[in-house]
C-alpha cells in the first residue's frame, strides 16, 4: 500500500474533554514502531465503558482522547519485530493483552497481562504507546490513546500483543463484538462461573453483555435462566436466546432478589451482575443460594461507592466474583470465537440492534444512554 511509512490523515471522533460530545476531526495517525499495527478500523461499536471516561465523576480522565475499544479492521501497515501480522490482515484489537511471556500469561488461571500496570483504574491503562508516546495528532496536539485501541478512528495504531487475527471471510462487521460484549458476557459464564448443566442463573442487565450471558446459559445447559432488566422491551429477544422467565424490577411488589429466592427454592446457583452499581450488585449476591451460590460481577458503575459484604455471607458458601474480557486469553481465544460465529454456533447478529455511519456517534452514545439500543455498530 501506497500508505507504509508515512502519516495517514483520516477521520476520528475526539473527547476533548468530559460530559461534551464528541467531535468529528480530522487527525494524524503516525506510521507503527517497532511490535506495533496500523489497523483500518471498518465496523466499531460503543460500549458504556467508552461512556465512563466521559462521566463527570471518573476520576482519572484524560483528555483529549480519541475512545473507542469494540472493532474489527483491515492491516494497513506493520512496524518493525512484528512477525504475526501481516498488510491485508483481518483483526480485532484488543484491550487485553496477551504478551504470552509474563506470570500471567504463563498461567492458565488468568486472562491478564503483565502489560496491564494500572489494576485499580483498568480503563485508564494503555492510555500511551509502550515508548510512552502517542501516534494520534489532531491541530497539532497529541491525542491520547483508550485501553491500547482507540477504534473510533479510520486507522488506529495498536500493540502487535493487542491484536487477534481472523480468517479471511470474517464478517468485520459482526465480529467487531467479540472485541468486549460478547466475550465478556458468554466468556463469564463459560470460563469464570464455569455453569454446569441443569442449574439454574439469572442474569442483571439484558445489553450486549447480559443477552451474551444468557446465550452462555444456554449453551452450558442452565434448566432455568431468569432474565431481569427494567426494560421490558428487552425480554422477547432474551427470551428468544434462551431466557425461560423474564422480570421487571419496576412491575414487582418486592425487592428482585426476594422474589428470586421464592422462585428458585433459596437461590439460583449463579448470578451474573451486567450494569454496575452497589444496588444491583447487592440484589445479584443476595440472590444466590448458600452452600455454593458463586455471584460473578461484570458491570461497573462510575462514581460508585462499592458493595459491603459481611463475613457471614461468604461463610454462608457463596462466592462473590469478578471477570474481565470474560477471561478470554484474547488472542488465542478470539479467533476461535469468530471461526464459532462463522460456523453459526454463536448468534452475534441477535446483538446489533442498530448500524450508523461512523459520523452518528453522539446519536449513537444518546440510543446507549436511553436504553433503546443493544449494541450500535458504526460503518466507516
Known sequence: MGTKGKIIICKAAIAWEANKPLSIEEVEVAPPKDHEVRIQIIATALCHSDAHILHPQFEGGFFPVILGHEAAGVVESVGPGVTNFKPGDKVIPLYAPQCGKCKFCLSPRTNFCGKLKNFKNPVGDQKLMEDGTSRFTCKGKPIYHFMGTSTFSQYTVVSDVNLAKLEDDANLERVCLLGCAFSTGYGAVINNAKVTPGSTCAIFGLGGVGLSAVMGCKASGASRIIA??????????????????????????KPIQEVIVEM?????????????????????????????????????????????????????????????????????????????????????????????????????????????????????
Open 264 to 380: 428458585t427454592n433459596g437461590g439460583v446457583d449463579f448470578a451474573f451482575e451486567c450494569v454496575g452499581g452497589a444496588k444491583i450488585m447487592r440484589a445479584a449476591l443476595d440472590s444466590v443460594t448458600v452452600g455454593w451460590g458463586v455471584c460473578t460481577i461484570i458491570g461497573v458503575n462510575v462514581g460508585d461507592n462499592g458493595l459491603n459484604v459481611s463475613a457471614v455471607e461468604l461463610l454462608m458458601g457463596r462466592t462473590l466474583t469478578g471477570t474481565s474480557f470474560g477471561g478470554w486469553k484474547g488472542t488465542t481465544s478470539v479467533p476461535k470465537l469468530a471461526a464459532d460465529y462463522k460456523n453459526e454456533k454463536l448468534d452475534l447478529d441477535a446483538l446489533v440492534s442498530h448500524t450508523l455511519p461512523f459520523d452518528k456517534v453522539n446519536e449513537a452514545f444518546d440510543l446507549m444512554y436511553q436504553g433503546k439500543s443493544i449494541r450500535t455498530v458504526l460503518l466507516f
Open 228 to 253: 431481569i432488566d427494567i426494560n421490558s422491551e428487552k425480554f422477547t429477544k432474551a427470551k428468544a436466546l434462551g431466557a425461560t422467565d423474564c422480570l421487571n424490577p419496576k412491575d414487582l411488589d
